[in-house]
């Protein structure tokens, strides 16, 4: 069974930096794209980025473009998501998806990990 | 960037009825669109993709139809289990974009 982990959310003060991991154990990740989506306390659902399988195509929302940055490490099965220069407007679980526009979307999720810019 | 205008953005209902929520692309996405069911607390779960291909383990009582900008889910006989807000996604192309989700609540 596929299963996602994402750590590294937390509280961080508007200016700073945080960088989110995903582990992602159970199926050949490197053959996976992978997509990091978020979701503003009781808002809806935000794409932020994927990335291809190999890491050599990534896409961004215009939102976070310049600013956060997607990357893997297909050893040892883990996706990140780096965030610099976050404000208020970041606020907001960010759960890891595996997939992209090539596998139709996302499946399945991470539980989330909730990430408070203040 | 392609919107998605979901509908309605919350409905009541009860067990045993049929729902139907429907997106509206603002340009054709062919059948590039899936369905996502969130409850509180909880990550989306993918029922549906392009369009109409039910996700595997979902309940069939969940259908989806439509092709170029009207999209439609359709739960044939609601459960208690079904109670959740869901999403349409569009898979046509980046930057990927979701509707703004329907809450379907118990009448």
């Known amino acids: 069974e596929v299963q996602l982990l994402e750590s590294g959310g937390g509280l961080v003060q508007p200016g700073g930096s945080l960088r989110l991991s995903c582990a992602a154990p159970?199926?050949?990740?490197?053959?996976?794209?992978m997509t990091w989506v978020r979701q503003a306390p009781g808002k809806g659902l935000e794409w932020v980025s994927s990335?291809?399988?190999?890491?050599?195509?990534?896409f961004y929302a215009d939102s976070v473009k310049g600013r956060f940055t997607i990357s893997r490490d297909n050893s040892k099965n883990t996706l990140f998501l780096q965030m610099d220069s976050l404000t208020a407007e970041d606020t907001a679980v960010y759960y890891c998806a595996k997939g992209d526009i090539k596998t139709y979307g996302f499946d399945p999720w991470g539980q989330g990990t909730l990430v408070t810019v203040s | 960037d392609i919107q998605m205008t979901q509908s309605p953005s919350s409905l009541s209902a009860s067990v045993g009825d049929r729902v139907t929520i429907t997106c509206r692309a603002s340009q054709g996405i062919r059948n590039d669109l899936g369905w996502y069911q969130q409850k509180p607390g909880k990550a989306p779960k993918r029922l549906m993709y392009?369009?109409?291909s039910l996700q595997s383990g979902v309940p069939s009582r969940f259908s989806g139809s439509g092709s170029g900008t009207e999209f439609t889910l359709t739960i044939s006989s609601l459960q208690p289990e079904d109670f959740a807000t869901y999403y349409c996604?569009?898979?046509?192309?980046?930057?990927?974009?979701f509707g703004g989700g329907t809450k379907v609540e118990l009448k």
């Open positions: 392009a369009a109409s």
């Open positions: 996604l569009q898979h046509n192309t980046y930057p990927l974009t």
């Open positions: 159970g199926f050949t990740f490197s053959r996976s794209a």
């Open positions: 990335i291809s399988g190999s890491g050599g195509t990534t």
